[in-house]
């Protein structure tokens, strides 16, 4: 069973505050991906991987970094968070064959910046 | 611009059925994902399309048209237990960052 699990699962920071969510995936996929998720808005790409080293820009990464240490491990960075920022992150893992069309997702992390 | 769009909400009947319209307006198509997501938890994926026509897939089928740039999820004998939000997704390529995400449409199924 493929699995993505993500932590933690939910966090109150304060604005300014450092900010690291974690996803871990035992698919051996290349692909990783981080999504937020706002009512209205659907689910948006910050940032992605294309493997252990890569980190790429997605649609919305102002605000965020990104760190792919390993195959199975990618982080979220918020260096200085902001309540904008609140809302709920998925991260995801996929195949970079794209067959299937299919992402497997964590079960989020739903993040408050006071 | 690119763009994938839902509907907000649908609402059915236990018993009857459900389509979910998407419709799409992307620089390519590589295929069209549909997921389900109940709330609070996570999407899960159920489709893949790429080629025009219907898939059957037993409790749904889905349809597509590349030419319309339509597809729609079809949920057939809804139970209660259907009512979620259903998401759209088109691969405009191959690659990492290549899924856009419709907004999701909420289907509520009553008794």
């Known amino acids: 069973e493929a699995a993505v699990t993500q932590s933690p699962r939910n966090k109150v920071a304060v604005t300014g505050g450092k900010v690291t969510l974690s996803c871990n995936q035992t698919?051996?996929?290349?692909?990783m991906y981080w999504y937020r998720q706002d009512t209205g808005h659907g689910l948006r790409l910050i940032h992605y991987s294309y493997g252990a080293g890569s980190t790429e820009k997605g649609d919305i990464p102002d605000g965020y970094k990104a760190s792919r240490p390993s195959q199975e491990n990618f982080s979220l960075i918020l260096e200085l968070a902001t309540p904008s920022q609140t809302s709920v992150y998925f991260c995801?893992?996929?195949?970079?064959?794209?067959?299937?069309?299919?992402?497997?997702f964590g079960e989020g992390s739903k993040l408050t910046v006071l | 611009g690119q763009g994938v769009e839902q509907p907000a909400k649908l609402m059915s009947v236990e018993g009857t059925f459900a389509r979910v319209n998407c419709t799409y307006s992307t620089s390519g198509f590589n295929g069209l994902s549909w997921y389900q997501q109940r709330e609070g938890q996570a999407p899960v994926f159920l489709s893949y399309?790429?080629?025009?026509g219907l898939k059957d897939s037993g409790h749904f089928s889905t349809f597509l048209s590349r030419s319309n740039g339509y597809s729609y999820l079809l949920l057939t004998e809804l139970q209660i237990k259907d009512s979620a939000s259903y998401l759209c997704a088109v691969r405009v390529a191959q690659g990492g960052r290549a899924l856009i995400f419709g907004t999701g449409t909420t289907v509520s199924v009553s008794p």
């Open positions: 698919n051996n996929h290349n692909n």
């Open positions: 995801a893992s996929g195949d970079d064959r794209g067959l299937t069309g299919q992402l497997y």
């Open positions: 399309v790429v080629l025009d």
